[in-house]
């Protein structure tokens, strides 16, 4: 049986985050294929302070060994975004990289211990994202192969210096877009192997498109955003054009998820907080579209959502991810500004046969590309091929 070590910032049920849920997805699917998983992580369940939270030591979930280790330092987040305000406008080469990635954190040293005395029983390791202290550490000091699944996108910390040694020491990158892969490449032009695995989704065929309506009283159609409500998200635009809108089409906005910025108090607006899944996926079958507004994204799995749902997406054309999605897949339309993101929501409010085209396209595509039965046979051979060199 081939063993398998996992690493990732953070690991639980209770987790929400892009990597996370991937990492996690990833480990119990590859359990029940018949894999030894064991995921080396945090006590931390959540990434803005890295706080303790579970109860350190090992333990099982869903077949899938533990084992995690308290973080040592604490993240005062509005402490640290000043620090790498001033840490990125500094000349590179007198600034201290690693000082900024232990601050990032989580700082967890004893993670980085377990993998250098644990590794000999292990024929791969499997990082999950590049970012942060368990992943750049882990991958100095673990000498048998390695994965890395990257989620990399344009952001100021991949140019560090000691990124070149993270995306090149892995014997295999395993990327969830082909805009991802493409952009490390342009960047790093890393000689390993790189392979273009995607990752799975959950198609939920039986969901109630009512389910979400009736309980939250949606009289009126409704665009619907699915993620962290904060500021680098693109919302400021989105609530731009909503005002715009609403005086000419009688539609709600739909905000589900984290608010960490505050929300203009216009007609219209209904911000839920979080929301049960089941409810999510019945919002996303019955919006009129949904909305992605991030340049910034690795994957987006809410654009697959609604797509597995029938429901087009109105995309920001600034990120590579969201425009190879939309133009892939036909189950959407992109936006580069205020005027056309308000003129392209009319087209898909006002077309209805339009509407139901692209969201049939949107699902035959995640039929295609994104099922976990696809993916992880891909994952699976991946691995066969790297331990065998």
Excluded at 271 to 298: C, N, R, T, W
Excluded at 317 to 341: A, P, R, T
């Amino acid at each position: 049986m081939i063993k398998i070590g996992i690493i990732v910032q953070r690991y639980g049920k209770e987790v929400v985050g892009g990597a996370e849920t991937l990492a996690k997805n990833i480990a119990e699917r590859l359990t029940s294929t018949g894999f030894d998983i064991t995921v080396f992580t945090t006590t931390a369940k959540d990434y803005i302070t890295w706080k303790n939270y579970y109860n350190q030591g090992e333990s099982i979930l869903k077949g899938v060994n533990i084992k995690r280790f308290n973080v040592e330092k604490e993240r005062d987040i509005e402490n640290f975004n000043k620090y790498s305000e001033e840490f990125f406008v500094a000349d590179s080469q007198k600034r201290d990289e690693m000082d900024w990635i232990k601050r990032q954190g989580p700082y967890c040293p004893d993670l980085i211990d377990a993998l250098i005395n644990e590794q000999k029983i292990f024929d791969i390791f499997l990082f999950f994202t590049y970012l942060y202290y368990p992943t750049v550490e882990g991958i100095i000091v673990v000498e048998k192969p390695i994965i890395l699944f990257p989620t990399a996108h344009d952001e100021l910390p991949i140019y560090l210096n000691l990124m070149n040694q993270v995306f090149k020491k892995p014997a295999s990158l395993f990327f969830l877009t082909g805009a991802e892969m493409n952009f490390v490449r342009k960047l790093f032009n890393p000689n390993n192997k790189m392979e273009l695995v995607r990752t799975g989704i959950d198609i939920n065929e039986n969901i109630d498109e009512n389910l979400f309506r009736k309980k939250y009283l949606m009289f009126l159609p409704y665009i619907l955003y699915a993620g962290r409500i904060e500021r680098g998200k693109g919302l400021e635009l989105i609530f731009e054009a909503y005002e715009i809108i609403r005086k000419k089409r009688l539609v709600n906005l739909v905000l589900i998820g984290k608010k960490l910025m505050d929300i203009p108090e216009i007609d219209g607006i209904n911000y839920l907080g979080y929301i049960a899944e089941d409810e999510k996926i019945s919002a996303f079958k019955d919006a009129v579209l949904s909305i992605q507004p991030s340049s910034m994204e690795s994957l987006s799995i809410t654009t697959l959502e609604s797509f597995s749902q029938k429901t087009p997406v109105l995309a920001n054309k600034k990120s590579n991810v969201l425009k190879e999605h939309i133009e892939l897949s036909g189950g959407g339309l992109l936006y580069n500004n205020l005027e056309d993101f308000v003129e392209n929501f009319t087209k898909i409010y006002d077309k209805r046969n339009l509407r139901n085209k692209m969201g049939i396209n949107g699902y035959n595509y995640v039929n295609k590309f994104y099922t976990w039965d696809v993916v992880i046979e891909k994952i699976s051979n991946g691995i066969k091929s790297v331990i065998k060199g």
